[in-house]
């Protein structure tokens, strides 16, 4: 089980966005992740007319390592790590480490 998923909203701890929230788009391999909005660069195109694509420059979201995010916290309204327990009817569930409240229902 992952302790960050798609559609969580997380913290920046490090790197030039630090401090910043936004929600995980997508986890990709080699423990990287795409937050909405966060570590944006500016990307140049090239035109193809063959695919129907402008040229110009574009802003896109670049990957962070995953050890660069904390899990957004409501309760305390900050960053918080994240523990996987199991539950007495077998099932798995995350939950804050300092608060101890259930991250999935």
């Known amino acids: 089980m992952q302790k960050i998923k798609k559609g969580d909203e997380v913290i920046v701890t490090a790197g030039k966005d630090k401090g910043r ?29 063959m695919q129907g694509l402008e040229g110009g420059i574009v802003e896109k979201e670049m990957p962070l390592h995953i050890s660069n995010v ?15 327990k199991t ?3 077998g099932k798995k569930v995350r939950f804050f480490k300092s608060n101890g409240e259930v991250v999935d229902v």
């Open 21 to 49: 929230r936004g929600s995980v788009i997508r986890i990709l391999e080699n423990d990287r992740i795409l937050v909405e909005t966060i570590n944006m660069v500016k990307k140049h195109t090239k035109p193809n007319p």
């Open 70 to 84: 904390m899990l957004f916290n409501p309760a305390i309204n900050k960053g918080d790590r994240v523990g996987i």
């Open 87 to 89: 539950l007495e009817d």
